[in-house]
Every structure is written in structure tokens, then in C-alpha cells.
């Protein structure tokens, strides 16, 4: 079944930079484009940042735009996420989440990853 | 951004009864709108696309309905494995935006 694996979360320090991934398996990753999705503690959920299934397009939210690198690597199923200049705001569990249809986006999600926590403290 | 309200915050229902959930968008976003399912300590679920589509798997007891602004996700019948909470979503504009949550619990 499809299944979505995040990794990489720890506790940074303000205005360090940390890389998140998501290793994706039971589907054919390099045809469905991919969303991060993050959720402070106690909090909603809020979009981050979307890639293309190729890698052509980015898209990102205003609060990490210039931050914030979203990336794939096809040939190891794994997106990732480049976070830099973190900030304690910054602090949630990452979630990676797969576009529904295949070759486009249609910007709902399903399914989702379990998260991984970033804690950004001194 | 396009706001999205959801209402109430907490809603108190007995197992067995319906449950109603209300969002409300900014502006009008057509019919492109989801909503999500999450239990504590798991990741969200896809339940409903496109307002009304059930995602594969989802019970027949969750429903969708609206469009341009207004918005509900009624559940029938409530099961105890239905409280949790419920997060509308829309995807006509960027950025993608998400409601603050309806949390349903046991009345």
C-alpha cells in the first residue's frame, strides 16, 4: 500500500538549518506531486510547500518563502525539505503528503505521512 | 489568503446521533474543498474532496455539501471512532489553506 516516511526531525537552534525527508514507497513516486504540511504543537494544520512531480515547480507559503527549499529525488523516492534560518516559530511536526492524481496537482492530500517533530529552541 | 472558519470549536455529541460541522471560506472557492479526520497522536486522513467525494474507504455516514462560501461535513450515526478532529481544507488559490479544526467529542 502506499506509505509515506518522514525522518530527519531534531531540536535546532534559532537560525540554524535542518534537512527533513520522506521516503515514499507503493506507488509510482515520480508521477504524483508532493506537499509538506506542518502542525505546531497544540495547533492546526498549515501548508508549507508543494513540488511538481517532476521537480519543475515550487510552490510555498509566504511564512517560509526565501527559508525553505522543497526537492525530490525520483530515482531514490525520497522528497525532502530544506529548512534554513529557523526560527522558534518553525517549531512542528512535518508532515510529507502525497497530491491525489497523478502528472498535475489537484491540492488534496492523501495519503499522509507520520510526521516528524522539529523543535527550534536554545 | 482565502480565511477559512470552521465552527464550532468543540462539538458534544452522543454516539448514535449526528453530528453537523460547518466551514466557511473568505471568498468563494467553487467546490474546492476537503476535509480531513485526525485522532490524537496520528496524521490527518483524507475523508472528502471536491465537497462531496468520499476518499477510498470512508464511510458512507460521512457526507459533504456546499459551495461558494458555506460548507458542512455531517456524519450520521456517530461511531466512537469518529471523535476526533476535523480540519476543512481549500485548494482553489495558493496558498492552500486549512480551517482552525472542529474538535468532536463524546457528549
Known amino acids: 500500500q502506499e506509505q509515506l516516511v518522514e525522518s530527519g526531525g531534531d531540536v535546532v537552534q534559532p537560525g540554524g538549518s535542518l534537512r527533513v525527508s520522506c521516503a515514499a514507497s507503493g506507488f509510482s513516486f515520480s508521477t504524483y506531486g508532493m506537499h509538506w504540511v506542518r502542525q505546531a504543537p497544540g495547533k492546526g494544520l498549515e501548508w508549507v510547500a508543494f513540488i511538481w512531480h517532476d521537480g519543475s515547480h515550487e510552490y510555498y507559503a509566504d511564512s517560509v518563502k526565501g527559508r525553505f527549499t522543497v526537492s525530490r529525488d525520483n530515482s531514490k523516492n525520497t522528497l525532502y525539505l530544506q529548512m534554513n534560518s529557523l526560527r522558534a516559530d518553525d517549531t512542528a511536526v512535518y508532515y510529507c503528503?502525497?497530491?491525489?492524481?497523478?502528472?498535475?496537482?489537484?491540492?488534496?492530500?492523501?495519503?499522509w505521512g507520520q510526521g516528524t517533530l522539529v523543535t527550534v529552541s536554545s | 489568503e482565502i480565511v477559512m472558519t470552521q465552527s464550532p470549536a468543540t462539538l458534544s455529541v452522543s454516539p448514535g446521533e449526528r453530528a453537523t460541522l460547518s466551514c466557511r471560506a473568505s471568498?468563494?472557492?467553487?467546490?474546492?474543498l476537503a476535509w480531513y479526520q485526525q485522532k490524537r497522536g496520528q496524521a490527518p486522513r483524507l475523508l472528502i474532496y471536491?465537497?462531496?467525494a468520499r476518499a477510498t474507504g470512508i464511510p458512507s455516514r460521512f457526507s459533504g455539501s456546499g459551495s461558494g462560501t458555506e460548507f458542512t461535513l455531517t456524519i450520521s450515526s456517530l461511531q466512537s471512532e469518529d471523535f476526533a478532529v476535523y480540519y476543512c481544507?481549500?485548494?482553489?488559490?495558493?496558498?492552500?489553506?486549512f480551517g482552525q479544526g472542529t474538535r468532536l467529542e463524546i457528549k
Open positions: 471568498q468563494s472557492v467553487g467546490t474546492t
Open positions: 471536491g465537497v462531496s
Open positions: 481544507q481549500q485548494y482553489n488559490k495558493w496558498p492552500i489553506t
Open positions: 503528503a502525497k497530491d491525489w492524481r497523478p502528472l498535475t496537482w489537484t491540492n488534496w492530500f492523501d495519503p
